[in-house]
């Protein structure tokens, strides 16, 4: 991640409260079957769907804070990350038809291509609802007759046996309007016309009824669909409902650190940790296929598929799951881009799922210079695009075999404990290339 990205996402998480946190007395990682999958699903599917797809140049709710804080996106994305006044922002729910939202079309490539899950933005930042909600004005009650799209992604979710996530946001700035600055920087305050204002101190009486709101929503989220299987929290909800009551409603389900400071697993926000997480901390990275962005974006920001698979195995060989991020254009289909992007993992998956599912993590970068993960007695190796350097794994048993997946075999040396092979250039591509080393025995 550069240094400009990791600041403008610091900053953002300072702004809406993301912090770490001990667990509160009597929280334990839940242990109910029904929540065992998460670790290893390996792959989720990220959907950041709200208002800014209307528009198409501007972020999901960041828009909303001036000066837009994306803008350095602009060298690659053209006018794009600027901000929007507020009530400008705000006047497209009128505009929102999600005439073609059919969360099944797409997310039956994502079951195709080896998703496990999908996690949708049910409510962002900017307050827009994407359900019916009987609390606050602000959702599809108000604005689409009535319209669920969060049921109708649940219902897609079971129909094509993805896992059901939902994304909701501690922060509300249409509901706290009058109580929230408008800036991207802490050093000025803005009001909803981008004009330097002092905001209205929150008093104990509205943050009352702003957890009372918060309550309300999450308890439609956790009861209205039947069983929840993750909760995504982003941005402090400033404990508008205890782990007990969600785990009270929702027995089976994880729920990330974010809105609580703890939770079951941990979040990496568009970055690969520096260090391992303990081998009993789950955790999952999350990521954008559109450089800069979670809200829709165009077609020529989608990040090659070289990418993603090297970033899926490196992820893998550490036991993370992989959340990655597609948004839908403003009538609520994907652009072609992004099913040709599922496409393409399908691709990868059809020859190389055996490699990042149902895998253990392996020992990179201590024993072997490239992404490994374990199944058994076989180790496989992953090279990044073009690897021109040989492929090391040091410390085993000499192998019986190092071979391709379609069973061709590989030349190696075995010395002192450690193997070293090639991998040939004319099978060496622009997406990452797996090795199975398979070995008699199991390894240490
Ligand atoms: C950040 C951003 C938010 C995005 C989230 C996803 O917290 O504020 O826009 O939804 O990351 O990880």
């Known amino acids: 991640m550069s240094e400009q990205v990791k600041t403008r996402v610091e900053k953002e998480h300072r702004i809406i409260g993301n912090q770490e946190a001990a ?9 109910h079957p029904g929540a065992q999958w998460f670790n290893g699903a390996g792959l989720g599917l990220f959907i950041h769907y709200g208002l800014s797809a209307l528009d198409g140049t501007i972020e999901l709710s960041w828009g909303l804070k001036c000066p837009g804080p994306h803008s350095y996106d602009r060298v690659t994305c053209g006018e794009w990350g600027h901000a929007m006044l507020p009530r400008r ?14 969360p099944g079309k797409w997310l039956a490539a994502a079951k195709r291509a080896g998703f496990r899950y999908a996690v949708l933005t049910t409510r962002h930042h900017d307050g827009f609802a994407l359900w019916p909600s009987d609390c606050g004005n602000f959702s599809t009650k108000n604005h689409l007759q009535g319209r669920d799209l969060v049921g109708e992604f649940v219902a897609a979710c079971r129909e094509h046996d993805l896992k059901v996530g939902l994304y909701y946001s501690g922060p509300d700035w249409y509901y706290l309007q009058d109580y929230t600055s408008f800036s991207f920087s802490p050093d000025v305050e803005l009001g909803i016309d981008f004009q330097p204002e002092k905001r209205r101190p929150l008093t104990e009486a509205v943050q009352k009824d702003f957890r009372a709101y918060l309550h309300g929503q999450l308890t439609e989220l956790l009861t209205r669909y039947g069983k929840i299987d993750l909760l995504w929290f982003d941005g402090s909800i400033d404990g508008a409902m205890s782990h007990q009551e969600m785990r ?3 027995p089976g389900m994880v729920f990330n650190t974010r809105g609580l400071g703890y939770g079951d697993f941990r979040c990496c926000e568009t970055y690969f940790p520096k260090e391992r997480m303990p081998p009993e901390q789950w955790f999952e990275c999350c990521h954008v296929f559109t450089e800069g962005a979670w809200g829709y974006m165009k077609s020529e920001c989608y990040r090659p598929i070289g990418w993603f698979c090297y970033e899926l195995s490196r992820i893998r060989a550490w036991g993370g799951n992989l959340l990655i991020n597609m948004g839908p254009q403003a009538d609520g289909d994907m652009p072609a881009i992004a099913y040709r992007r599922l496409e393409e993992i399908k691709g990868w998956m059809d020859q190389y799922s055996d490699s990042v599912s149902g895998v253990e993590p392996g020992p990179w970068p201590e024993r072997a210079n490239v992404p490994v993960t374990i199944k058994g007695n076989v180790f496989y190796l992953h090279a990044h695009w073009r690897t021109d350097f040989p492929l090391e794994l040091m410390d085993v048993d000499r192998p019986q075999a190092v071979q391709l997946f379609d069973g061709t075999p590989l030349p190696f040396t075995y010395q002192n404990r450690q193997l070293k092979f090639v991998l040939p250039w004319e099978h060496n591509h622009h997406t990452t290339d797996v090795v199975k080393v398979i070995f008699q025995d199991r390894q240490k």
């Open 89 to 102: 922002y705000w006047a497209m729910a009128k505009d929102f038809r999600a005439e073609n939202f059919n």
């Open 23 to 31: 667990p509160a007395a009597g929280f334990a990682r839940n242990d």
């Open 248 to 250: 009270a409603l929702q």
